[in-house]
Structure formats: structure tokens, C-alpha cells
């Protein structure tokens, strides 16, 4: 399947800032981008990118004063089929991790893991392990927090999350690896888009959306507490310790975001003329 995806970020600054932006789709998805995800910079500015130390692309500007829009429009192909699901797959020993594995056991900003270490293991130290302790993980943290983007605070942490019992996305998935971490399996932060493909009315406000991946058997999962089932669509833009480390914007700088737009939809068919298509919900819904 086809799938547009996009955003249009609009920020105030009142004096020249420099800026870290982590917006680029994933390098893995690459390959996949029918049309590139180039962002679009209105006044222009100059921009260079880089990979950061987690492998994610990121570009550096330096905003002007006053407003500032930033956008991008691409087209991305998906395979369409749901996370991928593997109930056997067994948790492995910490002697035994790959060294890159190892510092996703480790408390990081937002994922704190000394105040709930006792709670993890009073909750999730019975005789399930692997997947099957990681989906116990998710399940609790679902049922956990009251969802609601009025909870949203950014600088929540996951002891916080845990005490608070409300947030948004990345509050689930805070919580989540925090306690993956508790019980020795590595977990790291993700965020990207996910939209409502297969999913029945009526739809939520559109977002970047944040997950989580284990590592079990030899490889990574994905795991989403805050929907706590298989999605389709799913597009990765950056993977991290936590949110600190893959912010859609790092300024250096007072700075104000005035609008947030982001998009994600299914192109159902596509006309013989450009830009002649259909997408699923009618057009791309913010």
C-alpha cells in the first residue's frame, strides 16, 4: 500500500536560534519513499544533516527571528501487513546480550528505573518471561493511565506516569520500557507515524505517535502499550534511550510552536493525472 504522510510545523522566535530537527522518516525506510520526505523550510534557510549516534537523520538550521514554517509531503510505500506478533520469542540472559543491547537496560531521562524497580519485579517476576512478560508489561501500563492530551506535560518522567496514572502516548511507552528495563530486558523509545489504517470510527486527533521495541531472541520488537494491539502503517522516524533523545525539535533558544499539523493516510487508488487520488477518511485528517 501506498501511504501519504506529512507535517506543517509553524514557530516564533525572537531572535536567531539554532535548532535540531529529528523529522525525516527513518534511514531503514529509505528505500521505501515513493516521493522523499524533504523538508520544506518557508522563509529558506540553509540546512545540513547528519546522523545521530542512534543512526537517525537529523538536520541542523538556524531559525530566523520572527515566524517559521516547516513542512514536508511524501509518499511512502508499506508492505500493509500488522506488527509483527511472536508469543514464543524467550527473554534473553543479560551475560548473553549483544553489547549494543546493553545500554537499553540502563535508566535514562524520562525512563527511570530505580524508584520502580521493586514494583517491577513485585508485579512481573512470576513464571512468564520473554514476550508473554513484555505484552503482561504492556497490558498493566494500559489499563494503567487514563489516556487524554490535556494530560500531556513534557516533562513527565515514567516514576511520574506510574504515580500520576494519566498521559499521552509517550507517557505509555515511558512507563512501559522503564519497566522492560526493571526486569532486564532491553527496551528502547521510538516515535513516527501512525495513523488509522484498519481501524473503525471514529478517529483520534492526528500526532506523531510514540512505541516502544523490545529486544527478545535475538532481535526487536515492536510493542505499543497505548494502542495494545497490532497497527499497520506504522512508519519509524527515530529511535532513542526516550523522548529526550529523538525531541522533533531541540532549539537552542526561547521559541514558541504555534501550530502543529501532522497527517497520515492510506492512498485507496490513483487517477491517471497527478495528484488525481483518493485517501482513506476523505483527505488527510490533522
Excluded at 21 to 35: E, K, N, Y
Excluded at 145 to 152: D, V
Excluded at 244 to 272: Q, W
Amino acid at each position: 500500500m501506498m501511504i501519504r504522510i506529512g507535517y506543517e510545523l509553524v514557530f516564533e522566535c525572537p531572535q536567531p536560534t539554532p535548532m535540531i530537527l529529528t523529522l525525516r522518516v527513518h534511514p531503514s525506510r529509505f528505500p521505501d519513499l515513493l516521493v522523499a520526505d524533504d523538508m520544506v523550510a518557508e522563509p529558506p534557510v540553509p540546512m545540513s544533516d547528519y546522523r545521530d549516534s542512534y543512526g537517525n537523520q537529523c538536520a541542523r538550521i538556524v531559525a530566523p527571528q520572527g515566524i517559521l514554517k516547516l513542512s514536508a509531503d511524501a509518499i511512502i510505500n508499506d508492505d500493509g501487513l500488522a506488527d509483527v506478533t511472536n508469543p514464543e520469542a524467550g527473554q534473553t540472559a543479560v551475560e548473553q546480550l549483544p553489547d549494543d543491547t546493553l545500554l537499553f537496560l540502563l535508566g535514562s531521562r524520562y525512563c527511570e528505573t530505580d524508584p520502580l524497580i521493586d514494583t517491577a519485579w513485585q508485579l512481573f517476576s512470576n513464571n512468564v518471561s520473554g514476550w508473554r512478560r513484555v505484552q503482561a508489561i504492556c497490558d498493566y501500563v494500559h489499563n494503567h493511565i487514563e489516556f487524554g492530551y490535556q494530560h500531556a506535560r513534557n516533562t513527565r518522567t515514567a516514576w511520574e506516569v506510574f504515580e500520576e496514572k494519566k498521559g499521552v502516548c509517550r507517557d505509555y511507552a515511558h512507563l512501559a520500557i522503564a519497566l522492560c528495563r526493571c526486569m532486564n530486558i532491553p527496551a528502547r523509545y521510538c516515535t513516527g507515524y501512525l495513523g488509522d489504517i484498519g481501524i473503525p470510527p471514529p478517529y483520534g486527533e492526528m500526532d506523531f505517535a510514540a512505541w516502544f521495541e523490545a529486544y527478545l531472541d535475538g532481535r526487536w520488537y515492536i510493542f505499543d502499550p497505548r494502542n495494545n494491539s497490532p497497527r499497520i502503517g506504522r512508519i519509524l522516524i527515530a529511535r532513542g534511550r526516550d523522548a529526550a533523545d529523538v525531541a522533533i525539535s531541540t532549539a537552542f533558544g526561547f521559541n514558541t510552536l504555534k501550530s502543529f499539523k501532522v497527517y497520515t493516510d492510506e492512498i485507496l487508488e490513483r487517477g491517471p493525472a497527478a495528484g488525481d487520488s483518493r485517501l482513506t477518511n476523505g483527505s488527510s485528517h490533522y
